[in-house]
């Protein structure tokens, strides 16, 4: 060490953005290590465990001093209840060696190279981190560079963002160098630098669209109440208006439809309903199925069920295909919406008027038999009946009765 690397460092603190401190630290904890390694090699034969090393840089000349430390194995009680008590080394006494000319020229200079590397891969890694840090729920546009099957990275320019394959959207195909924006879920430490998680099938991705291509959200005079979504085919939005002279629908449609457009073009297609936003439970579920037209809505309250009825007519798209919009509808208001047509409302209360008039059926009373009533089986034997004796008589043959006499 010399002043030449003290004014290197002096100048990677201005132009990496380093703590000279943070780097001179460093430096002073890898030669005392790589000392230590040193010193084991040149006496094999002596007890390493209980002998320590202390360095010291100075920051004006870079002069590298070395101590010796006696240490001591002690046992520090434990600061909860029910821990176990830990080991500690303390440091009995030290005295300074000499750092040898081959240690500071060939061990010293590896060491420090390696140290300021990883110092500067270390400060880059966490101006990153803190660069990303607290930007859950911003949208960013990144590169496809590579697809698995389980994830697919997106090149940010400073850092790679993870697109895992459950945030993913299964009608969307990802093409190597393609641009694409996606909405940043999570930002963590790893330990190759800083992760970054976004998604393409959050609902808050739709928010921060409609934010990016509608001024008016973005400045708060519209804001998005409610968003429902089936990533890749349909979505709802629930929109209300801070200001009387402001419509919200309109706001976020645009002229011909252009910002609603910019949006749909960048989740590749998906389809949008834009619809106001109620404090009336029955206004904002007869909103949210549109473009159904609803002739009445009943709230029950104690179930949390609204019946919705519609013309027949409407039935099939208040429902929707395979049930898309009214299951999209339910999401949007946070009610489990219940569909019938007039004519089954109808129906149902013919059903109920017949049922109410019919002739209540005349119930046969049951009276108990007391037990003493209750005898035992008893068995009996019946005798087949004699069969009858035949009866002679003279008129029973033939010729006794033309023998007979006719009395006239």
């Known amino acids: 060490m010399n002043a030449e690397m003290i004014a290197a460092l002096r100048e990677l603190e201005r132009e990496k953005g380093v703590a000279f401190e943070t780097i001179l630290q460093g430096l002073e904890e890898a030669m005392a290590s790589a000392y230590k390694t040193w ?163 959050h609902p808050g991705l739709l928010k921060a669209l409609f934010a990016m291509e509608v001024p008016e959200v973005d400045e708060g005079i519209v804001v998005i109440k409610a968003v429902a979504r089936e990533p890749g085919h349909r979505s709802k939005i629930g929109v209300l208006s801070n200001e009387p002279g402001v419509d919200p629908v309109g706001a976020c449609v645009g002229p011909k439809g252009s910002r609603v457009r910019m949006v749909v073009n960048e989740l590749r297609g998906e389809k949008i309903d834009v619809v106001p936003w109620s404090d009336n439970s029955a206004e904002f579920v007869a909103n949210a199925l549109q473009p159904a037209k609803v002739k009445e809505v009943r709230i029950d309250e104690s179930t949390g069920t609204a019946m919705v009825i519609v013309p027949d007519y409407q039935l099939s798209l208040a429902i929707g295909k395979e049930g898309q919009n009214a299951r999209l509808a339910a999401r949007l208001t946070g009610w489990r919406i219940d569909i019938k047509s007039e004519t089954q409302v109808a129906d149902e209360a013919r059903a109920a008027t017949a049922a109410a008039a019919a002739p209540a059926e005349p119930v046969t009373p049951t009276v108990p038999v007391p037990d003493e009533a209750v005898s035992e089986p008893v068995e009996a034997t019946v005798e087949p009946e004699p069969e009858p004796e035949p009866v002679e008589s003279d008129a029973a043959t033939p010729e006794a009765a033309e023998e007979a006499p006719v009395t006239e």
Do not use: C
């Open 39 to 201: 010193w084991k090699q040149e006496n094999p034969d002596a007890d390493d465990d209980f002998v320590g090393f202390r360095a010291e840089i100075d920051s004006e000349s870079g002069d590298l001093r070395m101590w010796k430390q006696d240490l001591e194995e002690i046992e520090v009680p434990p600061t909860e209840e029910g821990a176990e008590p830990t080991l500690e080394m303390k440091v009995l006494g030290e005295e300074e060696v000499e750092v040898t000319d081959d240690f500071k020229g060939r061990i010293g200079a590896q060491t420090a190279k390696q140290v300021i590397f990883q110092k500067l891969r270390d400060a880059e890694r966490e101006m990153t981190y803190e660069e990303f840090a607290g930007r859950e729920g911003d949208v960013v546009t990144g590169i496809v560079q590579q697809q698995e099957r389980r994830y697919t990275l997106l090149d940010l320019g400073k850092v790679e963002a993870l697109l895992p394959q459950a945030e993913q959207v299964p009608t969307e195909p990802y093409r190597h160098g393609e641009r694409l924006k996606a909405y940043i879920t999570e930002v963590r430490k790893g330990t190759k630098g800083p992760q970054i998680v976004v998604s393409r099938s």
